[in-house]
């Protein structure tokens, strides 16, 4: 992400993310002790259709953004640009389950302060198009599971599964969603068949 002062910076943080408490010390506080003019977005919704749809109408069309949350929340970013017509520059920081958009684009060593150096390089996102029956149903900044990797990943979306892990260690946080997608794959694997599609 390119600092490009003459455009506004928004941080875009998810309450429901599992790391969500981390984001005030690691990513608010680092940014404010920078000097950095930022205003900060909280996502309203538990829903992705409406969460998106409220991107739609409060972010600014040319805006720097940087998404301290999970995959989850950069897509309904990137989902936001599309339909809104924005021109989004958009970095991502993890602080979800996975995190896999953060670390298609990132190393692990790098932080925020690490998105605005003079030095960074921005490259273009090209969202896979979902359709279901004709219809448009999202675009997919990183990937689309389907089938059982989709049931998998929908346990880790519950609240239930968010409480759970909030509160614990990131060493712990590990351990139970590999645990819970071995026991989600044993449950599943042999019920859950795909209908056709291409």
């Known amino acids: 992400m390119q ?3 003459t455009e506004p910076l928004v941080l875009i943080q998810n309450p429901n993310s599992t790391n969500y408490k981390h984001v005030a010390r690691q990513v608010i506080q680092p940014l404010r002790e ?3 003019s930022f205003t900060v977005y909280n996502t309203k919704y538990p829903d992705t259709p409406d969460n998106i749809a409220h ?4 972010l600014s069309d040319d805006a720097r953004v940087i998404v301290a949350a999970g995959d989850g929340t950069v897509e309904q970013v990137i989902n936001a640009s599309i339909q809104g017509e924005k021109n989004l ?3 991502v920081v993890p602080y979800g389950n996975f995190n896999d958009i953060a670390f298609a684009h990132m190393r692990r060593s790098q932080n925020v302060l690490d998105m605005l150096g003079e030095d960074v390089s921005t490259r273009e996102v090209n969202p896979l198009t979902i359709e279901v029956d004709g219809e448009h149903w999202i675009d997919a900044a990183s990937y689309a599971s ?3 990797t989709a049931i998998i990943a929908a ?3 519950s609240q239930e599964t968010r409480d759970l892990l909030r509160p614990l260690p990131r060493h712990m946080q590990k351990a139970i969603r590999n645990v819970k997608s ?3 794959y044993l449950s599943h694997a042999w019920t859950q068949k795909l209908p056709d599609f291409r």
Do not use: E
């Not at 991107?55 to 409060?58: A, G, L, R, W, Y």
């Open 55 to 58: 991107m739609v109408d409060h």
């Open 3 to 5: 600092n490009k002062n």
């Open 182 to 184: 071995g026991v989600d």
């Open 89 to 91: 520059t958009v970095g």
């Open 155 to 157: 346990g880790f979306r």
């Open 34 to 36: 920078s000097d950095q």
């Open 146 to 148: 389907f089938g059982l």
